[in-house]
């Protein structure tokens, strides 16, 4: 985490016992504190932040650790990221708009036009007889489907469409301030999930399926 303008305590040789003695919540910045709410509710009893885990003042502790990162991320659950936040006294949680959607959804007649996508396919009841039945339900779905499809037609009913912004992820995320940082860069790599503190919304990328 970039502190930026910010002060505040973190690991050093002078503090390190004071650290093992334990610190109050509210000496850490506002971040910090936000992080760890989070990761209280997501059941995380460890958390990882840099400035709180490596000797600031200590040149060998700084190689030894940086060394290790791979295996702190790679094993992490997931990187908590304040995308938004240009420092650390900024935090995680931010008030938003509710009526600001990424995603809605639009009736389009597109009766007419060529090239339109066929009708959705209609979802089929199990049959009580998967196996001997199995032609039959077949038939009788196309016949259905092709029934449905000929019915809304008639009646005119306009089929709807979802519609997004696809430059969210790019001006959310990838030009957020904390994304302008070299040192993020193995986090968003390395870890198997990030979730994105954003100004409108919270976002993840996960790296792999479990």
């Given amino acids: 985490m970039d502190r930026g303008e910010v002060d505040f305590i973190n690991l050093t040789k002078d503090t390190i016992t004071r650290f093992e003695d334990g610190i109050q ?28 885990c490596i000797l600031q003042d200590s040149q060998r502790d700084w190689l030894y650790q940086s060394a290790q990162m791979d295996q702190v991320y790679n094993n992490s659950l997931c990187n908590i990221s304040a995308t938004a936040a240009s420092n650390s006294s900024k935090g995680l949680y931010v008030d938003r708009g509710s009526k600001q959607q990424w995603v809605g959804e639009v009736a389009l007649n597109t009766k007419g036009v ?28 196309r016949l259905e489907q092709s029934r449905q499809a000929r019915t809304a037609d008639a009646l005119g009913v306009v089929p709807k469409y979802t519609i997004m912004n ?36 919270v976002r993840i990328r996960s790296y792999f399926v479990d």
Wanted: with cysteine; glycine share 4%.
């Fill in 114 to 141: 060529p090239g339109q996508p066929p009708p959705p396919p209609v979802p089929e009841p199990e049959p009580k007889d998967k196996i001997s039945m199995q032609n039959d339900v077949t038939n009788s779905s």
């Fill in 166 to 201: 696809l430059e969210f992820w790019e001006t959310t995320v990838d030009q957020a301030p904390v994304n302008r940082r070299g040192w993020v860069l193995q986090e968003r790599l390395i870890a198997p999930r990030v979730l994105h503190f954003c100004h409108e919304y």
């Fill in 25 to 52: 919540l509210d000496e850490l910045p506002k971040t910090f504190q936000h992080a760890m709410d989070f990761a209280c509710r997501l059941g995380v009893r460890y958390i990882w932040i840099d400035s709180l």
